[in-house]
């Protein structure tokens, strides 16, 4: 390649985000150009994360939602999220297989990071997923779905598990594949316009 942003970004990472990705060599240059000059310290903090997902969802309050989708990209809990860190993100989050979203899918809803979900965490993620739907888009939503609770009850019921116990992530990701609503129910899409 020969230009200086490629040889900044060491050889090892750039081979291991070309296999972990779908990105090309190309494309993970460029990313890395972008993110030196958005964050020249080389690594993003939770406060401009959050800064960068509001620009997606700016009639929304995305901030709670924002520093859960942090916690759950900041594989080695120091913080902040760095080049790699951030690339793996955009690709499960953009471009990865369902298996490895739903895996990524768990570990945003795993709050506190013990390998299961219970139900105070499911209704902790849909509090913060409900907090990124438009107001004018609420009122559309099926009943058994129009806030934080009744999503979180209903996302809940298709674990077939009670109140007081917890799942694993095998269990989510089945539980999830094996039921169209519950897909739609982990997180928020904007309705195109």
């Not at 990105?23 to 903090?45: D, L, S």
């Not at 099926?142 to 992530?169: C, G, I, Y």
Request: with cysteine; glycine share 4%.
């Amino acid at each position: 390649m020969g230009n200086s942003t490629s040889s900044a970004m060491s050889k090892e990472i750039l081979e291991d985000l070309k296999l972990s990705t779908k990105f090309t060599e190309v494309e993970i240059c460029q990313w890395y150009e972008n993110f030196q000059k958005q964050c020249p310290t080389g690594r993003i903090t939770p406060e401009e994360f959050e800064q960068i997902y509001t620009r997606f969802f700016p009639e929304s309050d995305a901030k709670s939602y924002a520093r859960h989708v942090f916690r759950s990209f900041d594989t080695n809990d120091d913080g902040t999220l760095d080049f790699k860190e951030y690339i793996i993100a955009l690709h499960l989050t953009s471009t990865g297989k369902t298996t490895r979203k739903l895996e990524w899918a768990f570990s945003l809803f795993d709050v506190d990071k013990n390998g299961y979900i219970n139900k105070t965490e499911v209704a902790e993620i849909c509090q913060a997923i409900f907090k990124l739907i438009p107001k004018e888009e609420v009122s559309k939503l099926p009943s058994d779905e129009n806030t934080p609770e009744k999503r979180a009850n209903k996302l809940w019921s298709f674990f077939k598990k009670k109140d007081n116990e917890r799942l694993a992530e095998g269990e989510f990701i089945s539980g999830v594949t094996e039921n169209e609503n519950a897909m739609r129910l982990i997180h928020y899409e904007p309705i195109a316009k």
